[in-house]
């Protein structure tokens, strides 16, 4: 887990607000912002990974803010 991992992490937290189990919406732009990620390579790279390494369950989508992404308990156990 770098820096950007965890920036990128905090700014979906943000983006969740107070529904943390509930999917919503990605906006690339304002998250890009948030999380200081300047490159949508960086962005998609740093989504994958946080996916692989179980912290975000992310549903990505060719259509134009239709990527979803859902913050996992960091508190859940994985058998």
Not at 25 to 43: D, E, G, H
Request: glycine share 4%; aromatic share 12%; proline share 8%.
């Amino acid at each position: 887990i770098s820096p950007t991992h965890i920036s990128l992490y905090f700014a979906l937290l943000h983006e969740a607000g107070h529904t943390l189990t509930i999917p919503f919406y990605l906006m690339r732009t304002t998250v890009m912002q948030k999380a200081k990620i300047s490159s949508p390579v960086t962005l998609n790279r740093c989504l994958k990974e946080l996916h692989l390494y179980w912290y975000i369950d992310y549903r990505p989508s060719y259509s134009p803010g239709r990527s979803m992404v859902g913050l996992i308990p960091l508190d859940t156990d994985f058998v």
